[in-house]
């Protein structure tokens, strides 16, 4: 009997210590949600550049860093092309005195990495960054903390020696000798440039399912939640029309197109595209080349030619304005920041390129290892301000039910921008002098605000005349 008890109080102890390691439902890790629209009303898009984001230059030196971009409002990654990159061909310099690698001396051929966008095989990711295992733990940590992932797809062309070169060379853009040539501009009839690449043709139906079946590995095998879709625009729109479906019934997934067209928005096909013209139209007025005519013009415009569920992604640097086109404070100046604040409350979703948190100021190697600076600062404090606001005010929504925007009346249309933005009984309001040049205006405004940016309580009246410094802006919310 004895004996009984004893056994009877072991079992009730191991059973204890087993409950006691579990952890409770509270505790355990809850699969991030599917993807849905709402996502994009509030989200910040945070692009990735794996190679240049550390001095490793590795998944898992970003990887450890995703919990704090929450602090920044980030909802979605974009990661830059993983896929192991094409030796031949490899590229050195761009431009049009582009190099190759096997170009440069012996000794120093090592150092040129490649294109990212030159990809070797759609399905093995490049060695130079880590290996699949270290990409799951980057999709499994951004999910464990509420953040999609997308990965930026390449469907226009291949590095030269992807293994379709020689299985598949129907697959490719050929000339009239037969030759297998890189992409040509549709505008002008000539070479991009793009000469370490190999132009696919869509003409041919063995290529459109190859395409759509590594997509879909992706999203079967490493649950990833969307693209980021290259030269978008110069993949036919029938392939896209067929491919985007058979993509989403695997999944609920995001698709940016690299692109302006609004036909690639239509019907459910990509949820959102590039915001090109407000980015030329921000730098011009900036570099003192246009005012703020042109960005009303520009509003209208966007209006007029896209639907109200269109999204457009705003962004004041990408990794090839960065690389190709300067920095930041290079293309802006003084108005890098009103610009930059600009882009989280117009409509649509703000984009955070790697190293802008940071302060970024020197245009990133393309085809070579660089780094970004790591010290946070004022950027990193006025993007998570200015993110916080994004992910927190209706008065903000910028996805497929958008906030309204409404143009504020000032005495000077010329070089004062005014709006507000509503939603939901919210009010956000946007005002900014874009000139270099202190001036006193009167804005057409009334209400009880708060001067989110400092805090400073303000009781506006339609006479209310602001002395606004060169390039000074306000954001202010309604106070409730």
């Known amino acids: 009997m004895v004996k009984k008890i004893i056994i009877a109080l072991v079992a009730m102890l191991v059973i204890g210590c087993k409950n006691e390691n579990k952890p409770s439902a509270t505790e355990m890790p809850k699969e991030i949600a599917k993807f849905s629209p709402e996502v994009e009303e509030s989200s910040v898009i945070y692009e990735v550049n794996i190679r240049q984001y550390s001095p490793e230059g590795t998944f898992n030196a970003f990887t450890k860093d995703i919990p704090q971009l929450k602090e920044l409002g980030v909802k979605i990654i974009w990661v830059m092309p993983i896929f192991s990159i094409s030796q031949t061909k490899r590229k050195a310099t761009g431009g049009d005195e582009s190099k190759f690698a096997s170009e440069m001396p012996k000794g120093e051929q090592h150092k040129y990495l490649g294109s990212y966008y030159a990809v070797s095989d759609f399905k093995k990711v490049n060695p130079e960054f880590g290996t699949i295992e270290d990409f ?36 490719y853009t050929k000339n009239a ?73 695997e999944k609920n997934i995001f698709m940016l197109a690299e692109a302006w067209e609004p036909e690639l928005l239509k019907g459910g096909l990509f949820d959102m595209a590039y915001g090109w013209e407000a980015h030329h139209t921000m730098n011009r007025i900036a570099q003192g080349k246009n005012s703020v005519k042109e960005w009303d013009a520009y509003i209208q415009k966007v209006n007029k030619d896209y639907e109200a569920n269109d999204i457009l992604m705003n962004f004041v640097d990408n990794h090839d304005e960065n690389s190709w086109n300067g920095t930041i404070k290079g293309r802006l100046g003084k108005g890098e920041e009103a610009m930059t604040a600009l882009s989280y409350v117009m409509p649509g979703m703000p984009l955070i390129y790697s190293g802008n948190e940071y302060g ?45 925007y409404t143009r504020i009346k000032t005495d000077d249309d010329t070089n004062i921008l005014a709006f507000t933005r509503e939603n939901e009984g919210k009010k956000v309001v946007y005002i900014a002098n874009f000139s270099n040049n202190p001036i006193k205006t009167k804005v057409e405004i009334k209400g009880e605000f708060t001067n989110y940016m400092t805090g400073e309580k303000m009781k506006l009246n339609e006479k209310q005349i602001f002395s606004m410094e060169p390039w000074q802006y306000y954001i202010l919310t309604e106070k409730n």
């Open 360 to 404: 970024l100021n020197h245009s990133l190697k393309f085809f070579e290892k660089d780094s970004i600076p790591k010290t946070k600062g004022k950027d990193w404090e006025l993007r998570a301000k200015l993110g916080k606001l994004k992910t927190e005010n209706t008065a903000l929504n910028g996805g497929k039910n958008k906030a309204k």
């Open 177 to 249: 000798k037969g030759e297998i040539i890189d992409p040509i501009n549709p505008e002008t009839g000539k070479s991009w440039g793009w000469s370490d690449v190999a132009d696919l043709n869509y003409d041919n139906q063995g290529l459109r399912e190859a395409m759509t079946a590594d997509m879909l590995h992706w999203i079967k095998n490493e649950n990833i939640d969307g693209f980021r879709c290259d030269v978008a625009s110069n993949v036919p729109l029938d392939f896209w029309q067929k491919a985007i479906p058979q993509l989403r019934k």
């Open 136 to 171: 799951r733990n980057l999709v499994k940590t951004a999910h464990d903390n509420g953040i999609y992932v997308i990965l930026d797809w390449v469907p226009n062309h291949t590095g030269w020696d992807h293994v379709w070169i020689k299985e598949h060379p129907e697959y």
